[in-house]
């Protein structure tokens, strides 16, 4: 069965997965953020556009160029944030994409506010907004990569086979327990997430969390399938960091 290749941050670079995509012959191609293409999305992933698939990074905000390149390439409606799409394989798969930011909500203990969320959704958020820091009548550009306490609990209410996040969930030294909830409470046998740029074994808590969690690295790729019981995991490219940061 052709693979479904989950693609760590780009930042830039996408001769790697066009090539992994059509030497695999990929069934569907996952980005797992901080895209930051150069050209319109759509341009860059020309060859494979029709397989691709994608959540939104932490950076891929950072400028109105970078903005229009990402939501307003023609790839913009294969953004899965927020909802659940079935790939060609029958895969179930769900997106959370962006980072959590104490401006708007942090859910960790030692953070603002004992990490009660100061904006419950980004309507709520633009209203509270200055004029003169809006961007196109809504909060502040960046946000577009920031998560909303709304958009979790709405998938929260939906069931998928696979999650994908930028955030990490709660196995990594600098993810989120709450991920770890909201995976539980979508049934998923797997979240797959990039962000940090590594690739750490978190195997041995697959059991105990009740869903394989899985990193890709900077510019990694995996494939990743599902069959009854067993979540099966192959590496496709390692990560440009991977060696460096295996102990972290």
Known sequence: MAPV?????????????????????????VLLGDLEP????????????????????NHDADS??????????????????GRVVTLPNGTRL??????FREAVWHPSPGAARGGRPAFRSRDEHAVSTP??????????????????????DRLAELHADVLVTHEAPGYHPHGFDLLDTLAQSMRVRALVHGHHHDR?????????????????????????SIAL????????????????????
């Not at 019981?229 to 972290?248: F, I, P, S, T, Y």
Request: charged residues 30%.
């Open 200 to 224: 750490l074994d978190s195997g041995s808590r697959w059991t105990s969390q009740g869903f394989a969690s899985i990193g890709v690295g900077f510019r990694g790729i995996s494939a990743v």
């Open 38 to 57: 150069r050209r319109p999305l759509h341009e860059e992933l020309q060859r494979i556009r029709d397989r691709i698939w994608w959540i939104p990074g």
């Open 64 to 81: 109105d160029d970078l903005w229009i390149r990402v939501w307003g390439s023609a790839l913009a409606d294969r953004n899965v944030q």
């Open 229 to 248: 019981d067993l979540v099966r995991v192959e590496m496709v490219r390692k990560g440009d960091l991977d060696d460096q940061r295996a102990r972290r």
């Open 131 to 152: 004029p003169s820091e809006r961007w196109r009548d809504g909060h502040a550009r960046k946000h577009w990569g920031t998560i909303y306490p709304d958009e979790v």
């Open 5 to 29: 290749l989950y693609c760590g941050d780009p930042h830039g670079s996408f001769d790697h997965i066009v090539e992994a995509a059509l030497r695999t012959d990929a069934s569907a191609v």
């Open 94 to 99: 769900a997106g959370l994409g962006g980072i």
